[in-house]
């Protein structure tokens, strides 16, 4: 059976925010805590709060943007978080839209899957206790990090579409997924998944999906709610694009009814308590192995109680 875990539905800006959700992980069978990229507060700098607090859980990062950091801090940012809670920790990367990297880096990268492989290898070798590849096209390398005692890191990159799920079978240690519908993910990516895994003669990493859900009620409207965690997102090129191919069509000019579309596709869950324990059990079928609870919907347009309240009850309902 898979894991169940909660993504924060809320981008903290102190770390009493965050604790809650940590006790949630703490307490009932919920696995991980996971937390996206923000420009308010540093997701790891938030998790080593919640730490410092008492709520030592297992954390992952899904995922951080490759411009803001070398990759060697980044992996010492890992390797410490995992020392500071005592568990394996998972440390998820992506380039990123191009629109970013072109206002961080002066120019976005010429080829996204070079850029992240060589990302995801230079974080791996370092981690390993190795001093990197040296220079490549996109990052240079020569130097390493002091030897620690540690949990293991889990090194992890978002996938879209076909090309970046092969280059994550080659070399991550966790595909991580956002928005995909669980038959894009059976169909499409897990099978570029293991071909890639195959190129490179070693198993196929693990795959956590992040899933956007929300218990349907009658006061509760299908396009608000969807558009509240999901609009900056329905704007973004590779995810219309990824959508797209996912057979949901989506029109950045028109919201509602592209929220509409991503509900009726399962891009985004909105049932009742029975359908989304169904819905569910499709990611587990297609051979996910975590399903990250996405409920920042409800925290934007109900707030963070009523987030906490609904997280509970899908753990509940949908935890092995």
Known sequence: MSDISILAPVAPLRAEQLLPYAALVQWTAARRLWQGQT?????????????????RVPCATGVTLMPMRHPVEAALQARTLAAVTGHPYVAGFGPGARSFQQSVLGRPYVSQLTATR??????????????????????????????????????????????MAGLAGEVADVAITWLAPAAHLRDTLLPALRAGAARAGRPAPRVAAMVP????????????????????????????DMLGRAGIPIDPTDPAGSARRLVDGDGFLFDDLDGLVKKVRAYVDAGVDEVVLNVSGVCQTEGAGAALRELETLVREVAP
């Open 39 to 55: 420009l308010a507060v540093d997701p790891a700098v938030s998790f080593a709060a919640v730490a410092g607090g008492g709520f």
């Open 118 to 163: 060589e990302y995801l290898t230079t974080v791996r070798s370092v981690l390993d206790g190795g001093g990197g590849p040296g220079r490549g096209d996109y990052v240079h390398c020569d130097t390493g990090l002091a030897p620690l005692p540690a949990p293991p890191v889990e090194v992890g990159v978002g996938v879209l579409r076909s090309g």
């Open 213 to 240: 859900i929300a218990i349907r009620r009658a006061d509760r409207d299908l396009a608000t709610i969807v558009l509240a965690s999901n609009s900056a997102h329905l704007r973004l090129p590779h995810y219309v």
